[in-house]
């Protein structure tokens, strides 16, 4: 029969075994909760760079669009000075052919 210190010794080592199971499942849980912690800590960094990423890109199309209809109002008021002063140039000749051609209708009239 065994003897009582081999039996204790056994029980004790079952024991010590026991308490170094249960602190090493707690640490791991400990382990991974800092882990899941950490991934969340990541994503948000990761989510928050991606909307100021975004806010910019947004920003600099705003600006390029901005600069874009600055740019075709110029032009198109260029285009419209250049249309009003070649049609000036063109009133007299417009209201003599206006009224050639009237006379020409009351001509054919009588």
């Not at 499942?25 to 994503?43: G, K, L, P, T, V």
């Not at 705003?62 to 250049?82: F, K, M, V, W, Y």
């Not at 000749?93 to 209708?105: I, N, Q, T, W, Y």
Request: glycine share 2%; proline share 1%; charged share 45%.
């Amino acid at each position: 029969m065994p003897d009582k210190t081999v039996l204790r010794r056994i029980h004790e080592s079952e024991q010590e075994a026991d308490e170094i199971i249960a602190e090493a499942e707690e640490e791991a849980e400990q382990i991974r909760e800092e882990a899941r912690q950490d991934a969340e800590q990541i994503r948000e960094e990761a989510r928050q760079d991606a909307e100021q990423t975004a806010t910019e890109r947004i920003e600099t199309a705003r600006e390029e669009i901005d600069a874009t209809e600055e740019q075709l109002l110029a032009e198109g008021e260029t285009e419209r000075e250049r249309l009003e002063a070649a049609a000036e140039e063109n009133v007299d000749e417009v209201v003599e052919f206006a009224l050639e051609a009237f006379r020409e209708g009351i001509d054919a009239q009588t």
